[in-house]
């Protein structure tokens, strides 16, 4: 991949390039008509397993992955990691589709690297959104299943000692990420704290820059573990 030109997804018309990744034939060929017909997006291909998503996608190089949770030979949290996980040279933006009798499964998605999450009842619209929020390098972390499920969850995340002394944020800044934690979308933390939007995402960019952390949701993840929420 060395000395390709870098190109923007859905910039100067080069469409988002989306593996669709589902065990079940009528979701994966339902979300490969949605999506194919969408004159901003190309199906770069479409598999049955995390193993074949991991295999397909090093010779495709898409810019989103769809990825379903469940499924044979390697799951889609493994292939998550494998396709975006820490340590991953060239990591691909996943996103996983999942439903609420397999939430479980979603925060273990998000630590493996997973840059955003629906649930497969999400109407063809919100899941066009969020490839178009993924593949522009945003995190998409709806705020009412991240109250549902981050915070169902949170039980087994272990808080690290030191607490918030060992956190290089300002005050301000830690009340910006503990309102994300929580699931607000910056609209939300904008009325609570009477600032502009603008400011939020001045105050999320450096938070993200400050723990190095790439997106929204390893900002929540980061909130839990270092229990700045219960």
């Given at each position: 991949m060395s000395g390709a030109p870098v190109r923007e997804p859905g910039a100067g018309g080069a469409p988002v390039r989306v593996l669709v990744c589902d065990d079940q034939m009528l979701v994966r060929t339902g979300l490969v008509t949605i999506i194919g017909a969408q004159p901003d997006m190309e199906v770069t291909g479409e598999c049955a397993d995390g193993r074949a998503a991991v295999d397909l996608a090093a010779k495709v190089r898409p810019d989103v992955?769809?990825?379903?949770?469940?499924?044979?030979?390697?799951?889609?949290?493994?292939?998550?990691?494998?396709?975006?996980?820490?340590?991953?040279?060239?990591?691909?933006?996943?996103?996983?589709?999942?439903?609420?009798?397999?939430?479980?499964?979603v925060y273990e998605a998000l630590r493996a690297g997973a840059s955003g999450f629906l649930l497969k009842d999400a109407p063809p619209?919100?899941?066009?959104?969020?490839?178009?929020?993924?593949?522009?390098?945003?995190?998409?972390?709806?705020?009412?299943?991240?109250?549902?499920?981050?915070?169902?969850?949170?039980?087994?995340?272990?808080?690290?000692?030191?607490?918030?002394?060992?956190?290089?944020?300002?005050?301000?800044e830690l009340e910006v990420l503990r309102l994300?934690?929580?699931?607000?979308?910056n609209s939300e933390i904008?009325?609570?704290?009477?600032?502009?939007?603008?400011?939020?995402?001045?105050?999320?960019?450096?938070?993200?820059?400050?723990?190095?952390?790439?997106?929204r949701v390893q900002a929540v993840v980061y909130a839990y573990r270092r229990g700045l929420v219960n």
């Open positions: 992955v769809v990825m379903d949770v469940r499924m044979p030979v390697l799951d889609g949290i493994e292939a998550t990691r494998l396709l975006a996980g820490s340590g991953v040279r060239d990591p691909v933006k996943v996103l996983v589709v999942t439903t609420f009798n397999l939430d479980e499964y619209d919100r899941l066009l959104h969020g490839i178009r929020t993924v593949a522009s390098g945003a995190a998409l972390l709806d705020p009412e299943v991240t109250r549902q499920l981050v915070g169902r969850y949170a039980s087994r995340i272990r808080p690290s000692d030191g607490g918030d002394r060992e956190i290089p944020l300002t005050p301000r994300i934690a929580d699931g607000l979308s904008a009325a609570a704290l009477v600032i502009s939007q603008e400011t939020v995402k001045t105050f999320v960019s450096r938070i993200l820059s400050k723990l190095h952390l790439r997106d």
